[in-house]
């Protein structure tokens, strides 16, 4: 058989009837269109989020992998119990300075007390490290600079901090922390820059300053973790098996945990998009397949007669139904095609408009809604549509295959 | 080869109307040879069609046997066999003519071949000889409302020829076309039987329709009042 009579066979008829019943088909595309581009739309702003916060996870928060003391838990993630001294991660930076796929290392150091003023204190929580590294995963400045490598005792606060205890750039401060015997340390700093974070929480709490002050508040030199960031993350497997190896022919007390072991809240957030993806998907596509099931059962009532006929003349069962769900798939697919393609013309329309949505609670910023459509989403949309029409045509199709050829010829 | 044989034998046939059944066929017997031209004639509700229905396999007897050339046709038949029969036996001409609106003239005749996956050169042959020989030639890109009803039951006439049938069967086919039609129609219907040498079984209410040399089949509610040439009908009427 060759393509010709496929078409024949399964898709003239079917084609034929679509165009036959113009208005219903096209009330019916409509649902299909409608569909399709909302999903799409809103599969490709979960998609840019997903890719944001990700992106957001390992450069500002997580790196692609770190290297922690065996045992640490992000429950206490301060606590001097488990923290890396200075001759085990000189030891390992070594082996990762060879990693050619490495971006950058940050030795990571967390750290709470207070902070003051002549006037006024406030309690902070401390992330150290090292300059170089902390520049590219630090939040954004509103004002001042981030400090340099050979930076003095400096720090950088949060608008909302500065804001709490009149600190502006330039101001000099006092940090009390405790260290590991419980006394209380203290060390003068001065305020280097102010920044904006996604929080007002984070803003009013969190400081990030070079590793060295945390050092010298503290009078120790070790450092909870040591992050590391690589070019591309396709190296990570390599790159945690090469350190894995030293740390194991070292006999070192260390672990590896990657960022996606690591980011919790990365993983409840998108498990939550994920969730809500799935039911609005659920819920579109249960509405285009009420209705195209609806048209369908049309299509069987209307054409009884004609179905009847078609299974006197010779057609079996099988090829009435496939002839129907033919019918209902391709109502499915080019609807879903039509509305690729209006999706795909209408998301840099979006995406140039610039628009937002209100910040979420406790958030200070609008959050921009930006579209990406990539081929996993136009396969879903399409497998989906599919999925949708075979479920959709299922019910009316059986009805027709089990007319009863004498009662069907006898309708009008 | 053997000779294309409809036998019944003691066939009935009844239907359900809400708690009651109500026979349509009872205990018929006929034999029917190959390339018989043969009237079925009766009153409304006498059983004709249910009996078309029965030899055609659109329906399934109650009781009784029926033999189709070197099938047995029972109850417990299954779909695929009955759909198969159907296709390469049978040709069906129905009272409304039952065109498929969709497609063309060339579409709707060639159907049976299409489904019957008979190669295109072969169909588009076999379909311009019909359409010839029912005086369509010209009419392939028509759609059925664009032909008048005595030209759609032409198409009827074609489609029920095009997959050589060894039994064609019309109900009423000239039921619903004026005198001048439905003669025409019976025309041809005579020439296709005796160009293709196939069985035709046509019901209708006028006798007149039959020459003398026809074989007549007269039903009474439900069973065979007579079986007889169409002169011997007329005398006993």
New interface residues.
């Given amino acids: 058989m060759n393509i010709s009579d496929l078409y024949n066979l399964y898709l003239t008829m079917p084609l034929k009837n679509i165009w036959r019943n113009r208005r219903r088909s096209f009330i019916t595309l409509a649902s299909v269109i409608a569909g399709t581009v909302t999903i799409m739309l809103f599969f490709g702003y979960i998609k840019v989020m997903e890719v944001g916060l990700k992106d957001e996870a390992i450069r500002k928060e997580y790196g692609h992998f770190q290297i922690l003391r065996k045992g640490y838990s992000d429950d206490d993630e301060t606590s001097y119990k488990y923290m890396i001294a200075k001759e085990d991660y000189m030891k390992i930076s070594s082996v990762i300075d060879t990693l050619s796929s490495v971006d950058f290392i940050n030795y990571r150091h967390l750290l709470v007390g207070m902070i003051g003023t002549s006037e006024a204190s406030a309690i902070f929580m401390g992330v150290a490290g090292n300059p170089g590294a902390e520049i590219f995963m630090s939040p954004e400045l509103i004002s001042g600079a981030f400090y340099g490598e050979d930076a003095g005792d400096q720090i950088i606060i949060g608008r909302h901090m500065a804001g709490k205890l009149n600190l502006e750039v330039g101001n000099e401060v006092v940090l009390f922390a405790s260290n590991e015997d419980g006394a209380q340390d203290a060390i003068s700093v001065n305020v280097s820059g102010i920044y904006r974070g996604m929080l007002k929480a984070v803003e009013s709490m969190q400081i990030y300053m070079p590793l060295h002050v945390a050092h010298s508040l503290l009078g120790h030199d070790k450092i909870h973790r040591i992050i590391v960031c690589l070019k591309n993350e396709k190296d990570m497997e390599s790159a945690i098996k090469t350190l894995n190896a030293f740390i194991k022919d070292n006999n070192l007390d260390l672990e590896i945990r990657t960022w996606s072991e690591l980011a919790v809240f990365y993983r409840q957030i998108i498990a939550m998009f994920k969730g809500i993806t799935f039911v609005l998907g659920l819920v579109i596509f249960s509405i285009i397949m009420f209705n195209i099931s609806n048209t369908m059962y049309m299509v069987v009532n209307d054409r009884t007669k004609e179905i009847g006929t078609l299974r006197a003349l010779g057609s079996s069962r099988f090829q009435v139904k496939s002839q129907l769900m033919t019918e209902g798939v391709l109502l499915c697919l080019i609807g879903c095609i039509i509305g690729i393609v209006i999706t795909l013309l209408i998301r840099p329309l979006i995406n140039e408009m610039q628009i937002t949505l209100p910040p979420p609670p406790g958030q200070d910023d609008r959050i921009p809604i930006h579209i990406v459509i990539d081929h996993t989403i136009i396969w879903i949309s399409v497998v989906a549509s599919s999925v949708t029409g075979i479920f959709a045509t299922f019910l009316p199709v059986q009805r027709a295959s089990k007319l009863n050829i004498v009662d069907a010829l006898r309708q009008f | 080869m053997s000779e294309f044989v409809i036998s019944a034998k003691e066939i009935s046939k009844s239907y359900r109307m809400g708690k009651v059944s109500v026979p349509a066929i009872r205990n018929v017997s006929i034999t029917i040879s190959q390339g018989e031209f043969v009237g079925l004639v009766g009153v409304s509700g006498s059983g004709k069609t249910t009996l078309l229905?029965l030899i055609?396999t659109?329906?399934k007897v109650d009781s009784g046997f029926l033999k189709i050339g070197d099938i047995t046709v029972v109850r417990k038949c299954n779909?695929?066999e009955l759909?198969?029969l159907?296709?390469?036996t049978f040709g069906?001409i129905?009272q409304n003519f039952?065109l498929?609106?969709?497609?063309n003239v060339f579409?709707n005749v060639s159907?049976?071949l299409?489904?019957?996956?008979i190669p295109?050169k072969t169909r588009r042959e076999r379909v311009r000889t019909l359409l010839e020989l029912v005086g369509l030639s010209g009419f392939e890109k028509r759609f059925p409302n664009e032909l008048s009803g005595g030209q759609q039951q032409r198409v009827a006439v074609a489609?029920a020829f095009v997959?050589n049938p060894k039994i064609v069967l019309a109900d009423e086919p000239t039921a619903n076309l004026d005198t001048q039609n439905g003669n025409a129609v019976i025309d041809l219907l005579r020439k296709v039987n005796e160009l293709e040498n196939a069985t035709v079984l046509l019901s209708t209410h006028n006798t007149s329709l039959f020459s003398e040399e026809d074989r007549v089949i007269t039903l009474t509610d439900g069973t065979i009042s007579s079986d007889t040439s169409s002169r011997q009908h007329q005398r006993c009427l």
């Avoid at chain 2, 498929?100 to 497609?103: F, N, R, S």
């Avoid at chain 2, 299409?114 to 996956?117: D, F, L």
């Fill in positions: 229905n055609g659109l329906d779909d695929n759909t198969f159907r296709r390469n069906f129905f039952n498929v609106p969709i497609l579409e159907y049976p299409w489904r019957s996956r295109e489609r997959n």
